[in-house]
């Protein structure tokens, strides 16, 4: 069974860090561009940040830019995502998805089951 599964999430406070990681399984996902997306409650899924295949090029959200990074491990068929100056509005279910290019959006072929970040005030 393909599968792409997320650990890491939980609730911090504002200004805390968290770090998500996402391991491949059933399949090798490390010839894949990976990215983060998020959803929060009552809100459309929304793209976070994407990394190319050899990890040399990366892209944010305008919102998560200078506070997020995202970075992988081929060797481990793994991705990361090191979240810093948390804010409530950072509060969503956080997934990693793969695919053969970066997207910056929501277009990806495989998903992960999520994660939550709950970010207190």
């Known amino acids: 069974q393909v599968q792409l599964v997320e650990s890491g999430g939980g609730l911090v406070q504002a200004g805390g860090s968290l770090r998500l990681s996402c391991a491949a399984s059933?399949?090798?996902?490390?010839?894949?561009?990976k990215a983060w997306l998020r959803q929060a409650p009552g809100k459309e899924r929304e793209f976070v940040a994407a990394?190319?295949?050899?990890?040399?090029?990366?892209v944010y959200a305008d919102s998560v830019k200078g506070r997020f990074t995202i970075s992988r491990d081929n060797a481990r068929d793994t991705v990361y995502l090191q979240m810093n100056s948390l804010l409530p509005e950072d509060t969503a279910v956080y997934y990693c998805?793969?695919?053969?290019?970066?997207?910056?959006?929501?277009?990806?072929?495989?998903w992960g089951q999520g994660t939550q970040v709950t970010v207190s005030s």
């Open positions: 998805a793969a695919g053969p290019v970066v997207v910056r959006g929501i277009n990806y072929d495989y």
């Open positions: 059933g399949r090798a996902f490390s010839g894949y561009a």
């Open positions: 990394i190319t295949r050899s990890g040399g090029g990366t």
